[in-house]
């Protein structure tokens, strides 16, 4: 089996991706039936693979014995199968769903599928997660492997980690503008908000305090539980929260930004963010 390909995943492929594969060492997963239809008519004879559904989604196949009966059928050959358990899930989590991805992989296996890819997708949580919890990525790696082993699988095994490899490769650093209080409710207002860290990155910022002057954390004196809100005309521009001192003009460093923000932040009011390379 190669062991260096590119991938092609999403749910509503084009005709032009569909034909992307066959001369550019490239597999394809097909991620409904209608797909595979598609497949048999555009790629015939392909050597293709599935996606497997895991959670309550749009994504893949919840039969994965009739998918693969049904490309059989359509003389398309499944080599790969592919599924993906979320974002930052935790290591409980993580066992049911390799247990539920190598089972089903077995159910692929007895209805003719010759497979020789295994794409676990990701789902890692990043470093400073990780650290808080006191696991790593082996202990995620370990359950895979125990998984395997218990139902016989051999083959490549591909993963996904590209947020757990970039969430701390980027920090945004934001000025306090206002300091308020609403409903007995405490917020600090600052220079970023949902335009610059798009709730659709599913991420969970940690947000520190800098000396302003100094460059050093700043003293805490006088502790509270702020909101922290962006300047946009929109009540869901909330980042998270500080348990802190805090005052206008304070500038604030938010951490674990890398994992898509920059790509996603879009302009309403605002331009996007510079960026400092150190």
């Excluded at 650290?131 to 998984?147: P, V």
């Excluded at 206002?178 to 207002?189: L, S």
């Excluded at 302009?267 to 963010?273: F, L």
Aim: aromatic residues 10%.
């Amino acid at each position: 089996a190669k062991t260096s390909f590119l991938e092609l995943n999403s749910p509503a492929k084009t005709p032009a991706e569909i034909r992307f594969p066959e001369k550019n060492n490239s597999l394809i997963h097909a991620d409904s039936f209608q797909e595979l239809d598609a497949l048999a008519k555009i790629a015939p004879k392909a050597r293709v693979g599935l996606r497997l559904n895991y959670g309550v989604n749009k994504f893949g196949f919840d039969d994965i014995y009739a998918a693969v009966e049904y490309a059989r059928v359509k003389k398309l050959e499944v080599i790969s199968l592919h599924s993906h358990p979320g974002t930052r899930i935790s290591l409980d989590k993580y066992r049911e769903y390799a247990e539920h991805y190598a089972a089903n992989a077995v159910k692929a296996l007895d209805a003719g599928a010759l497979l020789e890819y295994y794409d676990v997708g990701g789902g890692f949580p990043d470093h400073s997660t990780l650290g808080m919890q006191r696991i790593s990525w082996q202990d995620y790696f370990n359950e895979l492997k125990t998984a395997f082993a218990k139902h016989g699988l051999d083959g490549v095994l591909a993963v996904e980690p590209g947020r757990a490899l970039v969430a701390d490769a980027m920090e945004l650093e934001a000025s306090v503008r206002y300091i308020k209080q609403v409903n007995n409710v405490n917020y600090a207002i600052i220079d970023a908000g949902i335009n610059y860290l798009s709730p659709i990155t599913l991420a969970r910022y940690e947000i520190t305090k800098e000396n302003k002057t100094a460059g050093a954390i700043g003293v805490e004196k006088d502790k509270k539980q702020y909101i922290i809100a962006g300047p946009l005309l929109f009540s869901n521009d909330k980042l998270g929260f500080y348990h802190g001192d805090l005052k206008a003009g304070d500038v604030l460093r938010v951490k674990n930004v890398g994992a898509y923000c920059l790509s996603l932040a879009w302009e309403i009011s605002y331009g996007k963010p510079r960026v400092v390379v150190k």
